[in-house]
């Protein structure tokens, strides 16, 4: 099975129904295997964004323990190489929860970014210059 990164937008689009990419991002998540793999600055960013959404913040940390998102760990270690990624795509105002999810991606052999910012993701390059597949496809 391959092994999917989430980006926030998804995250955020699946728990609030009030999100224009809710349907979208629900339908797409069917044909995915589970569990997404995530990271902290990737659930904080998606908190922040629900903050003002009933009790989405609180279904976000508790699908922590569902099997629905698992977590990748940072260590201090991978500090450095965030920093990295973040100077290198400066040009393209790279966020912290993007650069995380790009080191994850080298670090852990992943591909595949389920994502809404395709603009960006399809900038972001892997080792060897590989690009990301990402998901949902909309074209």
């Known amino acids: 099975m391959r092994r999917v990164l989430a980006d926030t937008g998804p995250l955020v689009a699946i728990l609030s129904r009030r999100d224009q990419h809710h349907r979208a991002c629900v339908d797409a998540l069917r044909e995915m ?9 990737v659930i904080t960013e998606a908190a922040w ?5 009933g ?4 279904r976000l ?3 922590l323990n569902t099997g629905f998102l698992e977590l990748l760990p ?10 990295v990624i ?9 966020q912290l929860a993007d650069a995380a999810l790009v080191h994850l991606a080298a670090r852990d052999g992943v591909d595949t ?3 809404l910012d395709g603009r960006d993701f399809s900038v ?6 590989r690009r990301f597949r990402i998901l949902p496809n909309f074209s």
């Open 33 to 41: 295997p589970g569990p997404l793999f995530t990271c902290w600055p």
């Open 86 to 94: 973040l100077k290198k795509y400066c040009d393209i105002d790279a």
């Open 113 to 115: 970014v389920f994502t």
């Open 124 to 129: 972001y390059r892997l080792p060897r210059g």
């Open 55 to 58: 009790n989405a913040v609180e």
């Open 74 to 83: 940072l260590t201090s270690e991978d500090a450095r190489p965030i920093a």
């Open 61 to 63: 940390l508790a699908s």
């Open 49 to 53: 964004l629900l903050r003002r959404d």
